[in-house]
């Protein structure tokens, strides 16, 4: 089993930054990929990147690609979520999501553990 715990979650306005982090306990060795999703009341979850344990490999939904950045730091076994430029339309429920096997697509599916997720509010 792999646990996920998200933080950095929170109220800005447009154009402010939130960095969110996401910390695995448990079984980290079986994680190949982390993720991140967001959802919005009523919408499907939506994927936003993930990033490869061991190669670093980055994934980017194509809208957050430039504005959404992915890191990890292994040391501290957590991965980030950078936000620049935040508008309300990325108001939603942020979810960090573990894939134990090699990734074939970045559907929800693919992702075997979520944390509970961070909610984040973008005033106008």
């Known amino acids: 089993q792999v646990q996920l715990a998200e933080s950095g979650g929170g109220s800005v306005q447009a154009g402010d930054s939130l960095r969110l982090s996401c910390a695995p306990s448990?079984?980290?060795?079986?994680?190949?990929?982390l993720g991140w999703f967001r959802q919005t009341p009523g919408k499907e979850r939506e994927f936003l990147a993930a990033?490869?344990?061991?190669?670093?490999?980055?994934y980017y939904q194509g809208s957050v690609r430039g504005r959404f950045s992915i890191s990890q730091d292994n040391a501290q076994n957590t991965v980030y979520l950078q936000m620049n430029s935040l508008q309300p339309e990325d108001t939603a429920d942020y979810y960090c999501?573990?894939?134990?096997?090699?990734?074939?697509?970045?559907?929800?599916?693919?992702?075997?553990?979520w944390g509970q997720g961070t909610q984040v509010t973008v005033s106008p």
């Open positions: 999501a573990a894939a134990t096997e090699v990734l074939m697509g970045t559907s929800p599916g693919q992702f075997a553990y």
């Open positions: 448990g079984r980290t060795s079986s994680i190949y990929a």
């Open positions: 990033i490869t344990r061991l190669r670093n490999t980055t």
